[in-house]
């Protein structure tokens, strides 16, 4: 079992920045792929990026330049800092873990095993 808890969501101004969190707890030895993902209202949950095992990212087209997924293993901690925050930037973000590198690959939610709670991100012109 793996259990994920985000941190650092919060309301900010156009062309602000947030540093999200994700605490990784539980069995995390074989977790190959980690995910940030996000959920506006009336909208389904999309990938924002995720990061492989061996260091390899991927960004949505939306967020590339803007945003950048990390990790630090010995912290046990995944992250997302988002710069330049446009108010379509919206919604509630979620971390999700999975055993497998096809999640990064698929980037569906559905790939992903596990899942934190949300914390939600609000930009205001």
């Known amino acids: 079992q793996v259990q994920l808890v985000e941190s650092g969501g919060g309301s900010v101004q156009s062309g602000g920045s947030l540093r999200l969190s994700c605490a990784v707890a539980?069995?995390?030895?074989?977790?190959?792929?980690m995910g940030w993902f996000r959920q506006a209202p009336g909208k389904e949950r999309v990938m924002v990026a995720t990061i492989e095992i061996d260091g390899n990212t991927r960004h949505a087209n939306s967020v590339k330049g803007r945003f950048t997924i990390s990790q630090d293993n010995a912290k046990n901690t995944l992250y997302l800092q988002m710069n330049s925050l446009k108010p379509e930037d919206t919604a509630m973000y979620y971390c999700?873990?999975?055993?497998?590198?096809?999640?990064?690959?698929?980037?569906?939610?559905?790939?992903?095993?596990?899942w934190g709670q949300g914390t939600q991100v609000t930009v205001s012109s």
């Open positions: 999700a873990a999975a055993y497998s590198t096809y999640a990064c690959r698929s980037i569906q939610p559905t790939s992903f095993g596990y």
């Open positions: 539980g069995y995390t030895y074989s977790l190959q792929c």
